[in-house]
């Protein structure tokens, strides 16, 4: 077998974001042929070989921005010194396919309260990592929740050592009380989510921002914060509000 | 059987039952250990049975602020096997529930019971204790603490008063520079009460160990730490010379004993063998996938509506079988399959061993696979049954079904419910198995006659409609 493969598994255990690549074809001399993989890793380190030289380099940026964009491509390289845009100085020309493996998202529900555990327990029916988190540790006393919820009790702030945060996480403000998010958004805003939204009326969060901005927020991370969160499907209970806040995060997660 | 069945709603009333017992009372969560002994006539003058298998605030795996993590009293091996949180740090845990009985069997036996129990067979057990788990015992007066090594007292006895229910167990989590094992060995794969099992688990400085816990079970009356291998490892690199050495201690710190499944030379050999390859394990950077992420629990519940309770008058049992709503007086001491042969005349599910060994018995109970030879007639109440007459639509069989007929995986048929059972429920879970997968979804169940080919092959071969 393929080592690349059982190193690959590895990677996607231990939640690595890693791009497999692979020679898909090839004709002429090149310097390794078709069914050649490499890895690559988010912090460029690969592991394996499409062929060394020009070639892997460039294939190596490219993988680096199919992680960034979650997008598959198909890359077409000449190794004929004549051609303009030649990758190296063997004679022929390669195809690589570069494929970057993606993580399951993350919802990241901050607050266990109704809206929260709505959030829950409907996306619990999608592909989704659920991890619920709330600073009373005895939130879900006496309630039902599905197995799949990891519930983690901490304060807001600590979140980021507990939970790996990617671009694959897809954060959910939906906590009872306007301090708690002035004292754990700044934590979170240091992290490189995908989406942070917040729950709240126009004023809750007029108030939320501008304690932030005095604590020493920027304002261009504090307005990375969606807020109202959800889209506007005139929500009232919480399951319809839990609707319209993954109505969003579907939206956001397709959009690319 | 027992005189008085509560079906318990929440803790507080648990307690409360507890303080205010009069005979012999028996609380049951999943079963799978006292319903073998029920059925075994053993209790015979058991007074009341306290069913907590519906408690939700009991039902719970979760992280605090100090990084413990909690599993409740009623949190199931199954649930265990797929808990992201345990997975990333309680590894060792995770392989210990894999290793114990059968997918249907997992989804009812309950972590807690297994300490509860005491067998120093347990599974759990040695990786609990090398964790350091703490265990909540909570009565009417009050909640206290006790380290799991302090929990046992002699054989099968544990520091429990009578009126005490073990609340959950928690322990810190492993961090970045601790790594664990366990390993165990039994008759067989599946199914299998340990001869013996060990769990090793290692802190690191660098790469010289700071920290070594080595527990073994099965060897004694209780689960015990191997104290010199624990000393001998710690300030040493785990290379092949200290692996070979620590385990020939751990051997030596054992002092097995003889009994009906190895005798004590046997014993030593083994747990040498078995601390070795826990330490080998610990140098493979492949352990993970050692175990699936998403393991064959035969197990589909969609479990978020919640759980339905209340009007439990102590004998009349509501139940929908086979999509049918039944209200049945009478028949809340006995078991769930007898509930189904003697009072409603669903004859399809057998009595093969009626301790949870062989699968014949096999029914659905709220979408998991589970033997009905161990769950009491009343965990019916309020609860969704199928059995095998419930399968297939519109009086057609189900395509299982034609497929054991067409591969003749079929002699005397009195295990073949079960396996039907099992298959539908794998394909429900998985509908395009690896032979893998297939085998570890029928380990719960076993065929004298046909032999496991042919059944493999018809549910390889299942055409979907
Ligand atoms: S497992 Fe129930 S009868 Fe054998
Ligand atoms: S067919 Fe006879 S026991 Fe399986």
Redesign the interface.
């Known amino acids: 077998m393929d080592t690349i493969y059982?190193e690959l598994?590895?990677a996607l255990?231990?939640r690595k974001p890693v791009c497999l690549c692979v020679v898909a074809d090839s004709s002429g001399s090149v310097p390794r042929p078709a069914g050649s993989k490499m890895l690559v890793y988010a912090d460029g380190l690969t592991s394996g070989s499409v062929g060394g030289g020009g070639l892997e380099s460039e294939v190596i940026n490219q993988a680096l921005e199919a992680m960034r964009l979650g997008k598959t491509k198909l890359l077409e390289y000449s190794m004929n010194p004549n051609d303009e845009n030649a990758v190296g100085v063997c004679g022929g020309w390669v195809i690589v396919y570069i494929e970057p493996q993606l993580e399951q998202p993350t919802l990241l529900i901050l607050g266990a309260g109704h809206v929260g555990l709505a959030v829950a327990?409907i996306a619990?029916?999608m592909d989704f990592?659920i991890i619920l988190n709330d600073d009373r540790?005895d939130a879900?006393?006496?309630?039902?929740?599905?197995?799949?919820v990891?519930?983690?009790?901490?304060?807001m702030a600590?979140l980021p050592n507990?939970v790996k945060i990617t671009p694959q996480t897809f954060i959910i403000g939906v906590s009872r009380d306007a301090q708690l998010d002035i004292d754990g958004f700044p934590a979170l805003l240091e992290t490189d989510f995908a989406y942070f939204g917040a729950i709240g009326s126009r004023n809750r969060w007029i108030h939320t921002k501008d304690a932030m901005l005095e604590a020493g927020v920027l304002p261009e991370k504090a307005d990375q914060i969606k807020s109202p969160i959800g889209l506007r499907i005139h929500a009232i209970t919480p399951d319809e509000i839990a609707i319209s806040i993954l109505a969003e995060v579907i939206q956001h997660m397709h959009k690319k | 059987m027992w005189k008085h069945y509560h079906i318990v709603e929440?803790s507080e009333q648990l307690a409360e039952l507890l303080a205010t017992q009069e005979g012999p009372t028996k609380i049951i969560a999943g079963g799978t250990d006292l319903m073998v002994e029920i059925n075994n006539e053993k209790w015979q003058n058991l007074d009341t049975v306290l069913d907590i298998s519906r408690v939700?605030?009991l039902?719970?795996?979760?992280?605090?602020?100090e990084?413990n993590l909690h599993i409740g009293a009623i949190v199931t091996h199954n649930?265990v096997l797929?808990?992201?949180?345990l997975r990333d740090a309680a590894f060792p845990l995770v392989q210990a529930c894999y290793t114990v009985a059968s997918p249907a069997l997992r989804n009812r036996a309950t972590v807690v019971g297994n300490l509860v129990t005491a067998s120093p067979a347990n599974d759990t057990i040695p990786t609990l204790m090398a964790l350091d788990a703490k265990l909540v015992l909570a009565s009417v007066r009050g909640e206290r603490i006790v380290p799991l090594s302090e929990f046992y007292k002699g054989y099968r006895q544990t520091a429990l008063e009578k009126d005490e229910y073990v609340k959950e167990v928690f322990f810190k989590g492993l961090t970045a520079n601790q790594r664990g094992s366990f390993r165990k060995q039994g008759l067989r794969k599946a199914q299998a009460i340990s001869i013996l099992n060990c769990c090793v688990l290692l802190s690191f400085e660098e790469d010289v160990i700071s920290d070594a816990k080595v527990t073994m079970g099965s060897v004694g009356p209780v689960v015990m730490h191997a104290p010199s291998a624990e000393a001998f490892l710690i300030g040493k690199v785990l290379d092949d010379t200290v692996i070979d050495e620590a385990s020939r201690i751990a051997a030596s710190d054992a002092k097995a004993i003889s009994d009906i499944r190895g005798s004590k030379e046997f014993r030593d050999y083994m747990m040498k063998e078995l601390v070795f390859e826990a330490l080998h394990d610990i140098t493979r950077?492949?352990l993970?996938?050692s175990i699936p992420?998403k393991p064959i629990s035969l197990n589909t519940k969609d479990?978020?509506s919640?759980?339905k309770q209340g009007e439990w008058d102590g004998d009349t049992i509501r139940t929908t079988v086979n999509g049918e709503e039944y209200i049945l007086t009478g028949a809340s001491k006995m078991s769930l399959l007898h509930l189904l042969r003697d009072k409603l005349g669903l004859t399809g599910s057998k009595p093969g061993c009626e301790e949870g060994e062989c699968g014949a018995c096999m029914v659905f109970l709220d979408g998991r696979a589970v033997v009905s030879c161990l769950i009491p007639a009343a965990r019916a109440h309020q609860a969704n049954i199928t059995t095998i007459e419930g399968l297939g639509e519109n009086g057609q069989l189900d395509p299982v079904q034609i497929s054991f007929i067409e591969h003749a995986a079929v002699q005397c048929g009195y295990c073949t419910p079960g396996f039907v059972m099992a298959a539908v429920k794998l394909l429900q879970e998985d509908p395009n198995p690896t032979r893998e997968q297939i085998m570890a979804g029928l380990s719960g169940n076993l065929c004298r006659c046909t032999g496991y080919t042919k059944i493999i092959e018809a549910i390889e071969d299942v055409k979907h409609p």
């Open positions: 059982l598994a590895q255990e231990a327990k619990s029916l990592r540790e879900l006393e006496n309630l039902s929740v599905p197995d799949k990891e519930f983690i009790a901490c304060d600590d507990k | 929440t939700v605030a039902d719970k795996i979760w992280q605090d602020k990084n649930d797929h808990s992201r949180l950077d492949d993970r996938q992420r479990d978020w919640g759980v």
